[in-house]
C-alpha cells in the first residue's frame, strides 16, 4: 500500500508522452499538413509566426519547424500566425484546421486532485469551449467533441494532470 508521502508526489511529476507520439509536434492552426511544415518551414527566414504571438505559445523546434508549448498560456485561435505567415503554410483559407489543434487532450485519473476528493476547477475555468465536463464538484473528463486543443487548461493545472497525444496533420492534396 503506497503512503500518503507517496501519493502526494504523484502529483508532482507530470505526464510524460509515449515515445513515439513524442516525435510529432503541436503545430499552429491554420496549418495545411505535416508535410508542409516539415518541406517549407525550415528555409523560412522571417519566422514570423513566433513573433506575432500575443500568447508567447509558438516557438521554433530542432528540426525549424513551429509548434506550440502550453507551459504559460493556450491558443486564442486569433489568426495573427496566419497573418503572418509568409510561406502560406498558415494560412486562414485552411478551414478544416482553424478552430482546433492536432492534438488530443486527457486527464490524468491518477493526477488529478479533483479525481481524489479534492475541490479543484482550475482547468475549467479557462476553458471558453465549456469542453471540461465534470461529475458533481470531483471527476473532471475532456469532451473531445468540443475541445479544440487550445491548451489553457493544461497551463493552469497546478498539478500538471493534463496531458495530450499528438496526431498528423493531413491534407487531401497529400
Known amino acids: ?8 508526489k504523484s502529483f508532482t511529476k507530470p505526464l510524460t508522452l509515449a515515445k513515439e507520439e513524442s516525435l510529432l509536434l503541436v503545430r499552429p492552426p491554420y496549418g495545411k499538413s505535416e508535410s508542409f511544415f516539415q ?13 506575432s504571438c500575443d ?13 506550440l508549448t502550453f507551459k504559460q498560456n493556450g491558443c486564442t ?28 487532450f486527457k486527464i ?22 465549456d469542453a471540461i465536463l465534470f461529475n458533481g464538484m470531483f471527476n473532471p473528463v475532456i469532451d473531445d467533441e468540443k475541445c479544440t486543443a487550445c491548451g489553457f487548461c493544461m497551463s493552469r493545472c497546478p498539478t500538471q494532470a493534463i496531458g495530450y497525444t499528438v496526431y498528423e496533420l493531413k491534407n487531401e492534396e497529400d
Open 55 to 67: 500568447e508567447k505559445i509558438i516557438f521554433i523546434a530542432d528540426d525549424g519547424t513551429p509548434t
Open 1 to 8: 500500500m503506497a503512503s500518503r508521502r507517496d501519493f502526494f
Open 39 to 51: 518541406s517549407e518551414c525550415p528555409s523560412c527566414e522571417s519566422k514570423a509566426c513566433v513573433a
Open 108 to 129: 490524468s485519473l491518477e493526477a488529478c486532485v479533483a479525481h481524489h476528493g479534492v475541490i479543484c476547477h482550475a482547468c475549467k475555468e479557462p476553458c471558453i469551449d
Open 77 to 104: 485561435f486569433c489568426d495573427a500566425c496566419a497573418d503572418a505567415c509568409t510561406e502560406g503554410i498558415l494560412s486562414l483559407n485552411n478551414v478544416e484546421t482553424s478552430t482546433w489543434l492536432n492534438a488530443i
